[in-house]
């Protein structure tokens, strides 16, 4: 996978440039912005904003951004995809985070929605919020 280029303007809805190469096979996850502010760990409740890409077809799936409302769950918690658990542990208020989340950790062999079974996942996490 090649490195994409995502904005650093967190007052705005990401854009997810197109990917090309075979995915990766584990979790990879690298913070676009570094948050200063306290750190998401298990246990604890995070509130973000994100957008969901199809790794495959470069189509959005999810955005909290178009609902207007963040979304908020607790860490570790196992009420979303293990990617997200992972991936979203360690980041700090204030950050943006990429993910590309292999099957294994995303749906897996499961359909959901738009998503096809054994997609691979590009989410842009922001951090807004952790308690």
Known sequence: MEPLEISEDMSAKP????????????????????????????GV???????????STGEQFDSSWDRG??????????????????????MKVGGR???VIPPNMGYGSRAVGSIKPNETLIFVVDLLKVG
């Open 69 to 90: 409302d963040a979304f908020s769950f607790p860490l570790g918690g196992g009420r979303v995809i293990p990617g997200w658990d992972f991936g979203v542990s360690g």
């Open 97 to 99: 985070r990429l993910l």
């Open 45 to 55: 409740h995070v509130w973000v904003h994100y957008v969901g890409i199809s790794y």
């Open 15 to 42: 854009d997810v440039p197109p990917v090309s190469g075979p995915p990766p096979r584990d979790l990879y996850s690298t913070d676009v912005v570094k948050g200063n502010g306290p750190t998401a760990v298990s």
